[in-house]
């Protein structure tokens, strides 16, 4: 497993992890049930709702195969798959410069995609401080629709 962990500007209280030749999310791409989901995705890209618009921590982890998760330790889990040709991915905050925003290189090829969320309901009153983190894993692995493991609920 390779791990890189990033604090990331969630302006838009979103973050992207992209194909480096990917145009990126759209703005349509934001539907309800994208909103559900806290996911907007594209084939070669997606965005990750969060808790906050400020600096957000995010681990990006690469696997060999898929691992195991602890469903309790985590508010809202989705898997999906996305593609990347390029071999590079891309790890940016909303308003990022594209240019400047870290690359993870990897395989090209296609890859199975898990992001987990914790401490959504540990955000200040204000909203600037919050005890939410972010989880990407990543595998190789075919193509499958998007799955809501855990739905978190704001109720």
Not at 8 to 32: C, M, N, R, V
Not at 53 to 60: F, L, R, W, Y
Not at 116 to 129: N, V, Y
Request: charged share 30%; with cysteine; net charge negative.
């Amino acid at each position: 497993m390779r791990e890189k962990r990033f604090k990331l500007f969630a302006d838009y209280f979103q973050f992207y992890l992209q194909d480096e030749g990917s145009k990126g999310i759209k703005g349509e791409s934001w539907t309800p049930e994208a909103h559900q989901r806290r996911l907007a995705l594209e084939r070669c890209a997606f965005a990750v709702m969060t808790a906050r618009n400020m600096d957000v921590p995010v681990i990006v982890r690469l696997y060999q195969d898929q691992p195991e998760i602890d469903l309790a330790a985590w508010d809202h889990i989705v898997e999906f798959s996305i593609d990347v040709p390029s071999g590079r991915l891309v790890v940016a905050g909303c308003t990022d410069s594209f240019p400047q925003a870290e690359r993870i290189e990897l395989e090209k090829g296609s890859y199975r995609v898990r992001v987990c969320q914790a401490g959504l309901d540990e955000i200040s009153d204000d909203g600037l401080d919050g005890k939410d983190h972010y989880l990407v894993q990543t595998w190789r692995g075919t193509f499958m629709q998007v799955n809501i493991i855990k739905q978190y609920s704001e109720e």
